[in-house]
């Protein structure tokens, strides 16, 4: 699954996705479900800030998402981009669970698949979404069986095709990935959503903890 991440390094977004246009974002390092998340929806160019948590959702398993009431209409048209560059996955311990930070070895940013809904809020329309999940990597499944959906420049554009899409094709994108990850322990502070800080991604070394509080 994914459910933290990071995007740190705001000011390369503009080379590595020259397509897209985007807002200033400064440094997150704990993006949390509920929160506003930078992304771009299928037949824009402009980045913006959805809400993570589409109708309570906040991934959506790639091999169901066809089929599933709640992301079926989603998949054909209304898919979405989010941009990041790293998130964390806990490792099952058996003194509890232990954080990883996972990210490409250049630090580059990436993108994830997601799908977006609009629903109503006290405030009016928000527009939400949910990020697409796959089975993890070989190399990370001692960590986590789960990873999110990352694509490369060729399959983000399909994804990002305006309008309607057969399921199939949709599903032929979901199946490939960019994955050129690694992934090192970090601090137990990251379980507190209230912790946003360049420590969070600092490399640990278990069964050394960090400052729960920090």
């Given at each position: 699954m994914c459910g933290r991440y990071t995007l740190t390094v705001a000011k390369r977004l503009i080379s590595a996705f020259p397509e897209y246009r985007f807002p200033e974002v400064a440094p997150r390092y704990n993006i949390a479900p509920t929160q506003p998340v930078l992304g771009v929806r299928n037949g824009h160019a402009e980045a913006e800030f959805l809400i993570?948590?589409?109708r309570g959702n906040i991934n959506a398993r790639a091999e169901t998402v066809a089929t599933k009431p709640t992301f079926r209409d989603a998949l054909r048209e209304r898919r979405a981009l989010l941009f990041a560059d790293g998130y964390y996955e806990w490792q099952v311990r058996g003194d509890g669970k232990q954080p990883y930070y996972v990210h490409r070895p250049d630090g580059a940013p990436f993108a994830f698949a997601a799908l977006w809904e609009s629903e109503s809020s006290p405030d009016g329309?928000?527009?939400t979404c949910a990020i697409v999940t796959?089975?993890?990597l070989p190399a990370l499944r001692a960590i986590h069986?789960?990873?999110?959906?990352m694509l490369d420049d060729a399959d983000r554009a399909a994804w990002l095709a305006p309008g309607p899409v057969s399921s199939e094709s949709a599903l032929d994108v979901l199946a490939?990935?960019?994955y050129r990850v690694e992934a090192y322990p970090v601090s137990l502070a990251v379980n507190r959503v209230s912790n946003d800080d360049p420590a969070l991604t600092r490399e640990v070394r278990p069964p050394h903890q960090g400052d729960l509080f920090g």
């Amino acid at each position: 699954m994914c459910g933290r991440y990071t995007l740190t390094v705001a000011k390369r977004l503009i080379s590595a996705f020259p397509e897209y246009r985007f807002p200033e974002v400064a440094p997150r390092y704990n993006i949390a479900p509920t929160q506003p998340v930078l992304g771009v929806r299928n037949g824009h160019a402009e980045a913006e800030f959805l809400i993570w948590g589409l109708r309570g959702n906040i991934n959506a398993r790639a091999e169901t998402v066809a089929t599933k009431p709640t992301f079926r209409d989603a998949l054909r048209e209304r898919r979405a981009l989010l941009f990041a560059d790293g998130y964390y996955e806990w490792q099952v311990r058996g003194d509890g669970k232990q954080p990883y930070y996972v990210h490409r070895p250049d630090g580059a940013p990436f993108a994830f698949a997601a799908l977006w809904e609009s629903e109503s809020s006290p405030d009016g329309p928000v527009v939400t979404c949910a990020i697409v999940t796959t089975d993890a990597l070989p190399a990370l499944r001692a960590i986590h069986h789960r990873m999110p959906v990352m694509l490369d420049d060729a399959d983000r554009a399909a994804w990002l095709a305006p309008g309607p899409v057969s399921s199939e094709s949709a599903l032929d994108v979901l199946a490939r990935g960019d994955y050129r990850v690694e992934a090192y322990p970090v601090s137990l502070a990251v379980n507190r959503v209230s912790n946003d800080d360049p420590a969070l991604t600092r490399e640990v070394r278990p069964p050394h903890q960090g400052d729960l509080f920090g």
